[in-house]
């Protein structure tokens, strides 16, 4: 089954730096979905991406697909301590009882 | 009010012993899964459930068995525990079930099993 892999495994930046991460999969999607996992805490979506865009904006949030190279970056912008978190990338193939894949996830440290 | 709320969120107990995890969602949602992170926060899936119907069963142990007395509730119930099944139990929902489907998980269920 396809599976998105995060890179970096981990990141650590300071306040006000952009956080950059990246997803690849192996098989055709319909979307691609990211979501953060706060410490101790059920994952919460961020954004979503169909097949056919090519970007998106959701307020310090930029996302990326490149589906010939079946990979997604999330750009995070002026980061703050809050967005301490795990980000998963997640792929669904939108076809019959599909679910949602998830990789291993990008631990980011972002410190005051 | 929490949009999707499992009990318990902490479970201790010993290998051999049969335990239970419920949830429930109040969004309304159709489709209702069960997904299990490990200790290196891999999230895998393991049942999926639409209106009560049981749609994915990956390759779960049948120690595991899933029942949904209606479509906002979605329990999981583990039969002679071993130490391989501690790990963080997420229940989820969403409200289609082809297409985009975006998950609303519940806080996790920590299992430990010793």
């Known amino acids: 089954s396809q599976q998105g892999e995060e890179d970096p495994q981990a990141l650590s930046i300071q306040e006000g730096e952009n956080a950059t991460m990246n997803c690849s999969y192996k098989?055709?999607?319909?979307?691609l979905q990211w979501y953060r996992q706060n410490s101790g805490r059920g994952l919460v979506h961020l954004i979503l991406i169909r097949s056919n865009e090519r970007e998106k904006h959701s307020g310090r949030l930029r996302v990326t697909l490149d589906t010939s190279k079946k990979s997604s970056s999330l750009l995070i912008t002026a980061s703050r301590a809050a967005d301490t978190a795990s980000y998963f990338c997640?792929?669904?193939?939108?076809?019959?009882?599909?679910?949602?894949?998830f990789g291993k996830g990008t631990m980011l440290l972002v410190s005051p | 009010d929490t949009a999707v709320s499992q009990t318990p969120k902490y479970l201790v107990t010993q290998m051999g012993n049969d335990k239970s995890i419920k949830c429930e969602q109040n969004l309304g949602h159709d489709t209702m899964y069960w997904y299990k992170q490990d200790s290196k926060k891999f999230l895998k899936i393991m049942f999926s459930?639409?209106?009560?119907?049981?749609?994915i069963n990956e390759t779960v142990p049948n120690r595991f068995s899933p029942k949904s007395p209606d479509k906002a509730h979605l329990n999981l119930h583990i039969n002679s525990l071993e130490l391989g099944d501690s790990a963080v139990y997420f229940c989820a929902s969403s409200p289609v079930r082809t297409g985009a489907n975006v998950l609303t998980f519940g806080a996790g269920s920590r299992l430990t099993v010793l």
């Open positions: 997640a792929t669904d193939r939108g076809s019959g009882y599909s679910t949602l894949t």
């Open positions: 459930y639409n209106n009560k119907e049981l749609i």
């Open positions: 098989t055709s999607i319909n979307n």
